[in-house]
């Protein structure tokens, strides 16, 4: 199910409906992707409180520089701590980057924060619905907002003086998403404003 134009259902309507719809039962999980700033992680947090799937950030693997899982270090602690075991079905814990003591660069936290096996797993963040990982998302949905908009969440949330942060970010996940084709295999689309 593609839908650009939300009618009368909701966005966590439209979710649910395409999670109903995609193959049976766990471990799935709903990926939640889409430019920075366009409303991903408050569909993510409603669809996890409807479902009770845990929820997973990729600001919890990602840092400011770096979407590109061929040089990345965080890409292989995303797929060892969650993806693997999440959908062989086993318990598993994972470390969060460590944003307030190395806000730039690649540091992780030595605690670890437990993810239990389970039928659903909300994945959310930018560039999680990505070519490298479509085909074991039960659900992939695009979120997205005007360039403006999304530039102005970001400065509400993280303050003007992280504007160059928010600049050079926005040039760079474009890029990503343009040459990923990421919004293309999206099975439901969302746009906020």
Known sequence: MTATDPGSQSALERVLLALSAA???GPRIVGIDGPAGS?????????????????????????WTDLDPAGATWWPRLESEVLEPFLAGRDSAYRR????????????????????????LVLEGVSVTRAALADRLAVRVWVEAPGDVRLARGLERDGEAQRA????????????FAADGTRG?????????
Request: net charge negative; aromatic share 8%; proline share 8%.
């Open 39 to 63: 409303g991903k992680s408050t569909l993510a947090a409603a669809v996890a409180a409807a479902t009770g799937a845990p929820l997973v950030g990729i600001d919890d693997f990602l840092g």
């Open 23 to 25: 193959a049976p039962p």
């Open 165 to 176: 942060h928010w600049l050079h970010w926005q040039a760079m996940e474009q890029a990503f």
């Open 97 to 120: 980057r460590d944003w307030v003591g190395d806000p730039e660069g690649i540091s992780v936290s030595d605690a670890w924060t437990p993810l239990a096996a389970g039928p659903l």
């Open 185 to 193: 295999r999206a099975d439901v689309l969302i746009t906020t404003g």
